[in-house]
């Protein structure tokens, strides 16, 4: 028979105290979001601003996403600048001499199918959110609920006897 792993490299949740899983979440979140990615124009900037003081960014960590919020933000740049030089040129000079297409619409039409594909993972459209807004719902109310249990233990109602925190018990050892 292998031997146990250790408590703390464990996934069971009776090894993990609501302490340390709270406290491992909490810890990640930041209020005012990650700075934006280099190299972005300066409206999207603001909307990178925008998207991380929102209730939505605030909905989950931060360190889960940031990477795919990244992503989207350099997408939504290389869109920008593509679309601009597709505008520009909507036909060029092919390898003929005949006037084609710009292959910066095939690109824009690329580029949009992936960006509609994160915006649909991290909630940035009305049926995204519809989707995900009842786990998110339920992950906000449960952790909501383990911090009320860890950090205001429940009052015993007025007439029933006090009973003994079971944590005192340990700490008095």
């Not at 092919?94 to 594909?117: A, D, F, K, W």
């Not at 459209?125 to 109310?141: D, H, R, T, V, Y």
């Amino acid at each position: 028979m292998p031997a146990k792993k250790p408590a703390d490299k464990r996934q069971n949740r009776v090894t993990k105290t609501p302490e340390t899983v709270l406290a491992s979440v909490v810890g990640r979140i930041s209020p005012s979001g990650p700075p934006a990615p280099d190299g972005i124009s300066p409206e999207l900037v603001e909307t990178w601003a925008e998207y991380w003081g929102s209730p939505l960014a605030r909905a989950t960590d931060d360190y889960t996403k940031r990477a795919a919020v990244t992503r989207l933000w350099q997408m939504y740049d290389l869109r920008d600048k593509h679309y601009e030089a597709y505008r520009t040129a909507p036909l060029v000079e092919g390898s003929q001499g005949q006037l084609v297409l710009n292959p910066m619409g095939r690109q824009l039409q690329t580029l949009e199918s992936q960006i509609l594909q994160l915006e649909d993972r991290l909630g940035l459209n009305p049926k995204a959110q519809i989707a995900l807004g009842i786990s998110w719902a339920q992950g906000q109310s449960q952790l909501a609920d383990l911090a009320e249990r860890v950090f205001h233990p429940a009052q015993p109602k007025s007439g029933e006897p006090e009973e003994e925190d079971p944590r005192n018990l340990i700490a008095a050892r």
